[in-house]
């Protein structure tokens, strides 16, 4: 039974770039959810998506925007990217929400020069 | 809007000995999570917790949920090498998603 699984495992951009992350849910789940963290940080959420839509939204600019399959797998898009968006960017996936935990993929290292 | 907090920041224990971190939330949560990071790794969840005044155990791990929903406890006995890492709580408020605190990084000394 897979995991979560992320690609790339690490990218290097240069500012102003745009860079497309990818994430497979845990086989069963339906929910997507997307942090970024940075080094020696909690994750902060950045979206959520179920059914194919963004159910709901954090504290991010519109450079970051997503979707989600109909196989529930996601992307997560960030355009003009910035020094400051080099971070470690989390998938984690869950059944209908987070009332049951998260598993977590081992993320995407970006980092912006 | 919603903020999680967790004390200390950093934990250095030595091998054998207990400790206990905190999980302090601006508002009253519906639930709450833990998950261990370890070094280089990714978060993994350990555990939920729900009810009010809500005490779970895994092992040598203790869970508290406080009596007032706003905050809770993770408390480890006899600290061993494989402990190292951080440890996260997240909750959930109402019509919000899982909020991440900074975290506790713990270091054991042998």
């Known amino acids: 039974d897979a995991g979560v699984t992320q690609s790339p495992t690490h990218l290097i951009k240069t500012r102003g770039q745009q860079v497309t992350l990818r994430c497979s849910p845990k086989?069963?789940?339906?929910?997507v959810s997307w942090y970024q963290q940075a080094l020696g940080q909690g994750p902060q959420f950045i979206f959520q998506?179920?059914?194919?839509?963004?159910?709901q939204r954090g504290n991010f600019p519109d450079r970051f925007s997503g979707h989600q399959f109909p196989n529930y797998s996601s992307e997560l898009n960030v355009n003009a990217l910035l020094l400051g968006d080099s971070a470690l960017y989390l998938c984690?996936?869950?059944?209908?929400?987070?009332?049951?935990?998260?598993?977590f993929g081992s993320g995407t290292r970006l980092t912006v020069v | 809007g919603q903020q999680v907090m967790q004390i200390p920041q950093y934990q250095h224990v030595q091998e054998g000995e207990d400790f206990t971190t905190y999980c302090n939330s601006s508002t009253t949560l519906s639930n709450i999570q833990w998950y261990k990071q370890r070094p280089g790794g990714h978060p993994v969840f350990l555990i939920q917790?729900?009810?009010?005044?809500e005490v779970k155990k895994q092992k040598r791990l203790t869970f508290q949920f406080g009596e007032a929903k706003k905050n809770s406890s993770l408390h480890i006995t006899a600290t061993q090498t494989t402990d190292v890492g951080t440890y996260f709580c997240?909750?959930?408020?109402?019509?919000?998603?899982?909020?991440f605190g900074g975290g506790t990084r713990v270091l054991v000394k042998p």
């Open positions: 917790l729900v009810k009010s005044g």
């Open positions: 998506y179920y059914e194919e839509e963004e159910r």
């Open positions: 984690a996936s869950s059944l209908g929400g987070e009332w049951y935990g998260y598993t």
């Open positions: 997240a909750g959930i408020a109402a019509g919000n998603k899982l909020t």
């Open positions: 086989s069963g789940h339906d929910t």
